[in-house]
Nanobody
Framework: VQLQASGGGLVQAGGSLRLSCAASGGTFSGYTVGWFRQAPGKEREFVAALTWNDGMTYYATIVKGRLSISRDNAKNTVYLRVNGLKPEDTAVYYC???????????????????WGQGTQVTVSS
């Protein structure tokens, strides 16, 4: 499977973006799909996740209230909408998947098996 993250760009503070994560050569059925971000010089951090089969969602505390994760079954795509963007949201955003049923924390990047290439989000002040 290949995960393709897209939708990043340059946006002014206060703006919004919708990121997409599409799976080709595979499916998200039976998987949890997570979004992570990594700013220069920082570790990769969890942002949000969605369990495909039941639609359960998870959000990192630091971004809760500004993010919305959703899915389109027909397009086999997971979306991440980010509102009220701040300069500190600047990072490469990655999507990843792991099998449903893992007992490991959903926010742990090492628990995910398949990763997309990332999409750059830059927020200007």
């Amino acid at each position: 499977v290949q995960l393709q993250a897209s939708g990043g760009g340059l946006v002014q503070a206060g703006g919004s973006l919708r990121l997409s994560c599409a799976a080709s050569g595979g499916t998200f059925s039976g998987y949890t799909v997570g979004w992570f971000r990594q700013a220069p010089g920082k570790e990769r951090e969890f942002v949000a996740a969605l369990t495909w089969n039941d639609g359960m969602t998870y959000y990192a505390t630091i971004v809760k209230g500004r993010l919305s994760i959703s899915r389109d079954n027909a397009k086999n795509t997971v979306y991440l909408r980010v509102n009220g963007l701040k300069p500190e949201d600047t990072a490469v955003y990655y999507c990843a998947r792991r099998l449903i049923g893992s007992t490991l924390p959903v926010g742990g990047p090492r628990t995910y098996d398949d990763w997309g290439q990332g999409t750059q989000v830059t927020v200007s002040s």
